[in-house]
Every structure is written in structure tokens, then in C-alpha cells.
């Protein structure tokens, strides 16, 4: 597939340097690691710092969620791939305030292993580390066992409502428990309409039929839980709708945030017809979308579909949710729902 590139084994390096010349006033690299990228002037005093990371390929996930009110660092994997030990280190030590640092990233066996390793280091040298992973995709594991599902674009909340919670210099176990409380009461559900191409490679990463979609599909191609053909906007907001508020329990007369999110080729406006269906759904069961949130938000490199993230919400997290912050690659602001 065309891309716009020098060189497919320095795609990411290329792309971190021309994000870092675009926005000097907010971020920053470790002089020797440019994939370790914080707030520009890390660390913040007397703040709790929040680091997360993963593969590359997901903008705005995970480096956009880096500013103010949101993530003070981010350890860059390659594309699709966990960052390093030590690049999560090198952040980890460029953010430190002396308040602690929070490990906030999607569930995915490389990013745990190698932030369990980067928390156990930081903790011999002194830092104060807590891990919270964010679990949000009810097509990976039932309800019951939602500690285990998948990240995807239901991150969103999390970075969210833990940046507001830190940065009005709350404890480190403070931050830590809204977070786990945003992520409990979050769920994701998507469909995919084609695959990706990975940079350099000769094929997609996975192969689906000109009329057919997947529901459910991971963000890196991770199979769903069934393939049909292509529905419309209203039925696909049908097959998805539903098994988001089953899984949260919502009942009628409920406050929710909703999140529409674009796979990475996915048009707004396509974005803003299946919004228009799910409120029409919402309304319908007399569920009250307070806060909508519609782009792209965690995208898979060229892939086209879209996710449904919903937030149950209570008094606490819309104050979080609602929380002045900024980053210049997605709207954090959201609009009041209808």
C-alpha cells in the first residue's frame, strides 16, 4: 500500500521527530531516547505524574493524551509493538515529581510485562510507582472477567478523569482508585470494515471481504466475535448498542458519556450518522447522553470502523470528565448531549 514515508525501519522515528518540531512548546524527548516523550518542563511539582505507552499506529493513542490535564509521559513501542523497559524507565524518570507515578495503559501482554519490569526498577531507585490497565472491550472476555478484556479507545475516559484527579494534586492512591472507578464503568464495543497495511509490509495484516465487517476486532486485527456482511449505520448501532448497556447494567433514566470513535479511515461524517443512530437508540430507552465525544480518538493506522465507548456516569467522574485540559491532536472537550 502507498504511504508517505523515507524508510518503513524508521517510520516511527521519523513521525516522533516531525510530531516534536510541530509542538516544542508542549512536548519533549529524553535526550537519549526519543521514543520516551513528556510535557514539556516534566516534571510538574508537587503533581502525580501519569506515564502510559504502547505500539505506535494508534494516534491519538497513546502519545496524543499527553498534556495538560491528561498524561505527563509516554514510552513509544514500534508500530503494533510494546515500548521497551528501559524507554518506559527513561519517562518514568523525566516526569517524577517525588509524588508518585501512575502506570495507565491498555491490557496487552508486552505492555504488562514490560511496565511490571520498569515498576519493579523504579521502585529499587526510589520512585514510588501504582499500575492501573485499562480493560474496555467487552468483545475480549465476559463481564465477569472485564479485568482481562482488552484496551481500546475507552482509554479515552481514563486519561481523562485521572489527569483531572491529578492534576488537582491528589495522592497517588487517589488517582490510582478514580482511575480503576473510570475504567469499571467504561465498555467498548467496534466493527471493522477492512484491515491495515503495517509499514514495509507486502500485505494487510488480516484479510476481510469487500461486504463483509467484523464485530468486535481488536485494534491490532485481534479476530472479533463474528463476521457478517456490511449493515447500515442504524444496524450496526443495533448489534452494538445493546451489549454496551447490558454490559454496564444501564438502566432508563441514567447519565452516560458517549464516545464515537473512527478506526483510523473512517469519514466524520460517517462518524456523525452512527451518533445520530445511537441517540436516537439511547433516547428511546430514556438513557440520557450527557457528554459526546466524535473522531478520532484510537485509531489502527488506515483501518476503517468504528467503536462505541460508553461511560455510566455519576456526579464525580462528569466533574473529572468535564475538567479543563488540552492536547493538540484530539478534542478532549466533548459537547453537551442531547
Known amino acids: 500500500m502507498k504511504k508517505i514515508l523515507n524508510n518503513a525501519d524508521s517510520f516511527v522515528e521519523d513521525s516522533l521527530k516531525g510530531i516534536l518540531l510541530a509542538y516544542p512548546e508542549l512536548l519533549a524527548a529524553h535526550p537519549e531516547d526519543i521514543k520516551a516523550v513528556h510535557r514539556a518542563g516534566a516534571p510538574i511539582q508537587q503533581k502525580v505524574a501519569i506515564v502510559t505507552g504502547g505500539g505506535y499506529g494508534h494516534i491519538p493513542v497513546f502519545l496524543g493524551y499527553v498534556g495538560k490535564g491528561l498524561c505527563d509521559g509516554v514510552a513509544v513501542g514500534n508500530v503494533f509493538t510494546s515500548p521497551g523497559c528501559e524507554t518506559i524507565l527513561n519517562v518514568t524518570r523525566q516526569v517524577n515529581a517525588n509524588k508518585g507515578v501512575l502506570y495507565l495503559f491498555g491490557n496487552y501482554m508486552g505492555d504488562c510485562m514490560n511496565f511490571e519490569m520498569a515498576a519493579e526498577i523504579a521502585e529499587m531507585e526510589g520512585i514510588k510507582t501504582e499500575t492501573v490497565k485499562v480493560s474496555d472491550d467487552i468483545a475480549s472476555a465476559p463481564r465477569d472477567s472485564w479485568k482481562e478484556r482488552r484496551g481500546i479507545a475507552g482509554i479515552f475516559f481514563a486519561y481523562k478523569i485521572a489527569g483531572a484527579c491529578a492534576e488537582r494534586l491528589a495522592a497517588l492512591e487517589e ?164
Request: glycine share 10%; hydrophobic share 45%.
Open 175 to 338: 488517582v490510582k482508585a478514580i482511575a480503576e472507578k473510570a475504567i469499571e464503568n467504561t465498555a467498548t464495543f467496534g466493527v471493522a470494515l477492512s484491515s491495515c497495511w503495517l509499514p514495509g509490509s507486502e500485505k494487510k495484516i488480516f484479510e476481510i471481504g469487500e461486504e463483509d465487517m467484523e464485530i468486535g476486532m481488536g485494534i491490532h486485527g485481534e479476530p472479533g466475535v463474528k463476521r457478517g456482511r456490511v449493515a447500515s449505520s442504524r444496524d450496526i448501532t443495533e448489534i452494538l448498542l445493546p451489549g454496551i448497556l447490558e454490559d454496564l447494567s444501564i438502566k432508563e433514566g441514567q447519565r452516560v458519556a458517549i464516545l464515537v470513535n473512527g478506526l483510523g479511515a473512517t469519514s466524520q461524517e460517517e462518524l456523525f450518522i452512527l451518533y445520530k443512530d445511537i441517540n436516537e437508540a439511547l433516547v428511546d430507552r430514556g438513557i440520557k447522553p450527557v457528554r459526546v465525544f466524535v473522531g478520532e480518538y484510537a485509531t489502527s493506522l488506515e483501518m476503517v470502523g468504528a467503536s462505541i465507548s460508553i461511560l455510566k456516569l455519576d456526579d464525580e467522574l462528569l466533574e473529572l470528565l468535564d475538567a479543563p485540559a488540552y492536547t493538540p491532536f484530539v478534542n478532549v472537550g466533548g459537547v453537551r448531549g442531547a
